[in-house]
């Protein structure tokens, strides 16, 4: 009997509760948090524990064009918004998720640029000079110059490509966003670039082209993204003053890897030459003396006065 009783008891303080809840004051401009307890195309039903429920629009929602809110909202997920009218004309509370997103993810988008966060994103409009996509529902760029490692001439194919991107500006009282994927690009082409060096071994010969020329030397480009330096004393046996006056762009060049060391190439174009003059040298030891030849240089001698 006292057991029955306890569950009554129990059940009364939920009903309590949840009725106490019920007659609680709402106002516009509160910020209220539900549970998903429906999604549709174009709206979210939240349970606000509430004797009604609280109904966010697709458009008080985001701001992101290519939102799908069956595909991006679950049941059971928690959705924080702002109070925008206590009747929407059916009887329930009509809510915006934007005003109250917009001051949790100015925060969080600060977070993410100082974190140097990487976010994957979806492009989802052109505009001069740039690309637009969303992160936490803000309309952020990503600029020409910052989608890739190389020129982009046609900034129509990378509408709806999802690309990863980090913020690098990020100013609230702006509402300016500015999104980047170069320093990711560029990272991973160095992290890759390091892995081929590191299969490069000491000894190797092979052809590349000449990429630059400085004073101290020349980059030499070896295909499949290495490069290496050709210091101005590793050009020739020879004294050179001025790389450029024996090198110049676009040139095909023989080298030599002499050295790996921190993710660098060494190469030697003079490391041949010298293996190219012994080989020549032990040519002319080998020749075998004929008696032809002994007995012209004999004449040759002794036709001389001395």
Do not use: C
Not at 54 to 77: C, M, R
Not at 97 to 119: G, H, I, P, R
């Amino acid at each position: 009997m006292s057991e029955e009783l306890e569950k009554t008891t129990e059940t009364m303080e939920d009903y309590a509760a949840e009725l106490e809840a019920s007659f609680k004051q709402i106002h516009e401009g509160d910020i209220l948090t539900g549970t998903v307890i429906g999604v549709t195309e174009t709206e979210i039903i939240l349970d606000l524990k509430y004797y009604t429920d609280g109904i966010i629009k697709l458009e008080d929602f985001t701001s992101d064009p290519n939102f799908n809110l069956k595909e991006d909202v679950h049941l059971g997920d928690e959705i924080s918004a702002t109070v925008i009218r206590r009747d929407d004309g059916e009887g329930h509370i009509l809510l915006s998720s934007k005003e109250a997103n917009d001051v949790l993810a100015w925060d969080k988008l600060k977070q993410y640029m100082e974190e140097k966060t990487v976010l994957t994103v979806k492009v989802g409009g052109i505009v001069k000079s740039g690309v637009v996509a969303y992160v936490e529902g803000i309309r952020g760029f990503i600029p020409a110059s910052k989608l890739s490692l190389n020129y982009v001439e046609n900034l129509d194919e990378w509408l709806g490509r999802e690309i990863q991107v980090q913020v690098i500006t990020a100013e609230e009282e702006g509402k300016k966003l500015v999104l980047s994927a170069k320093e990711i690009l560029r990272e991973k082409e160095a992290e890759e670039r390091k892995a081929r060096i590191s299969n490069v071994e000491v000894g190797l010969v092979t052809e590349g082209t000449v990429e630059s020329v400085k004073d101290y030397g020349a980059f030499i480009n070896l295909g499949n993204g290495l490069s290496g330096l050709v210091h101005v004393s590793q050009i020739s046996d020879k004294r050179v003053k001025n790389p450029a006056s024996v090198l110049k762009v676009g040139d095909t060049v023989k080298v030599k890897v002499i050295a790996v060391k921190d993710g660098k190439l060494s190469l030697s174009m003079k490391a041949l030459q010298d293996v190219a003059a012994e080989e020549i040298q032990e040519e002319t030891y080998d020749l075998p003396q004929s008696d032809g030849l002994s007995t012209n240089l004999g004449s040759l001698f002794a036709k001389l006065k001395l």
